[in-house]
């Protein structure tokens, strides 16, 4: 069974690529960055989501000489020209303030009433890298429009502000397993099942 480590140290984003995996039949063992707490966490110094992402597959594929995934996300604003972008965890200043960065974004939109001019998506990029320097990169969005206030107790960052296309809730106010079967991020931990088939077996 081929060992897949998972650049993240938060299990919940574990448990979602393990079962998503399962689905798919492939049956290899993924851990964390936990199970290598030796390894520094790297910095993301890309320009965008999948620079990112393969800085972070690259780095522990390489620290560990196993096949790594490692993911980068955030909101984009069309009426922003895409920001936040990867600037989404820290758009108020400081890293993972979320209720900050949410009521920075807020604040900035105050003006913009209408819907139309309130599109938004969140993006995810997803990134396997093998110790020989092999990589592939996959995406998924979810889109939506961004309401004026904050709704919803679930979810983190921007959930509570992002109702997506075809929906009366936010983020924040669906099950996790509604999200998790539209999310930007199960759009593309499911688009790798076919990567790490072909390049894992």
């Known amino acids: 069974m081929t060992r897949l480590i998972l650049a993240t140290r938060n299990n919940g984003k574990i448990t979602e690529l393990k079962a998503i995996l399962a689905d798919a039949g492939l049956t290899h063992d993924l851990v964390g960055a936990d199970a290598y707490p030796e390894i520094p966490d790297v910095r993301e110094t890309g320009v965008t989501f999948a620079e990112n992402a393969l800085l972070k597959a690259h780095a522990l594929a390489q620290a560990t000489g196993l096949p790594a995934v490692a993911d980068d996300s955030g909101l984009c604003v069309d009426v922003l020209g895409g920001a936040p972008g990867i600037f989404s965890a820290r758009w108020a200043g400081r890293h993972g303030d979320d209720t900050a960065n949410l009521n920075l ?4 939109l105050g003006d913009i009433d209408a819907d139309t001019h309130r599109g938004a998506h969140f993006a995810c990029a997803a990134a396997l890298a093998l110790p020989d320097g092999t990589e592939r990169v996959v995406e998924g969005q979810l889109r939506g429009v ?38 930007h991020r199960g759009k593309a931990f499911r688009a790798l099942v076919p990567v790490v088939r072909e390049l894992l077996g």
Do not use: M, V
């Open 146 to 183: 961004l309401r004026h206030a904050p709704a919803g107790a679930g979810g983190f960052g921007y959930d509570p502000i992002l109702q997506p296309e075809g929906e009366t809730r936010t983020c924040a106010e669906l099950s996790a397993a509604e999200k998790n079967a539209i999310s």
């Open 105 to 108: 974004l807020l604040a900035q």
